[in-house]
């Protein structure tokens, strides 16, 4: 499935292309969307890879206190949860292709969080950002219950206010800065690759969605 969306990286700009924008090629079409998918981190590395998606932005949302921390948010005080803003163009992939990404990149059945990580602050939504949104998520949410057979507890929320966590949680997953773990000193990177194996996210969503996981390698 991810053949279709993987992002290409471009050392240069060709000569079609500088042409192109010379020409007055066709604007993006800028788009922004708003998921909660447990840790941000998994998210900003999934929807990073998806061609289209210009910029991943871990923060938070869906609470009551304004420019809240990470610890005040996992303390479970502020009614936030920890999100991922996509800004993507839709002209390359649509808002409908994000969700169905999304869906199948987590654990719609379970309301207490997401894999080892429990509370609140860590539980999955869609915050639809106008009524097209909101009708294209429950459209999505609907077809994924129909293939699974199953009802997903994952809900579509209003608009909601992001907040930008530290730059610390920013592009954790390639971050090369050494952080201490339980098994030692360790990149971040590195970090970020035993805590997903460790807490079977990709294990648990392949259970779920088989071959339709996209990021599951």
Known sequence: MMNGFAKTKYTALGAAALLATAFGAPAA??????????????????????????????????GDVANPTYKQVTGGDTGHLEVAQIEFDE????????IDLFLRSIDPFDAGGQFCDRGESYSTAIFALNDRQARIAQERVAA????????????????????????????????DELVLTRRGPKSKANAYDFYRDACRRDERVREIWGNDAPFTG
């Not at 998921?35 to 949302?61: H, L």
């Not at 002209?91 to 994000?98: C, F, M, P, R």
């Not at 206010?161 to 530290?166: L, N, S, T, V």
């Open 144 to 175: 994924a219950e129909a293939e699974l057979g199953r009802k997903i507890v994952t809900p579509v929320r209003g608009a909601a206010e992001f907040y930008p966590a530290e730059e610390y949680h920013q592009d954790y997953y390639k971050g």
């Open 91 to 98: 002209s390359q992939v649509s808002y409908a292709q994000i």
């Open 29 to 62: 079409k800028a788009e922004t969307a708003l998921v909660a998918g447990g840790c941000f981190w998994c998210v900003e590395a999934d929807f990073e890879k998806v061609k289209g998606v210009s910029e991943v932005v871990s923060g938070f949302a869906g």
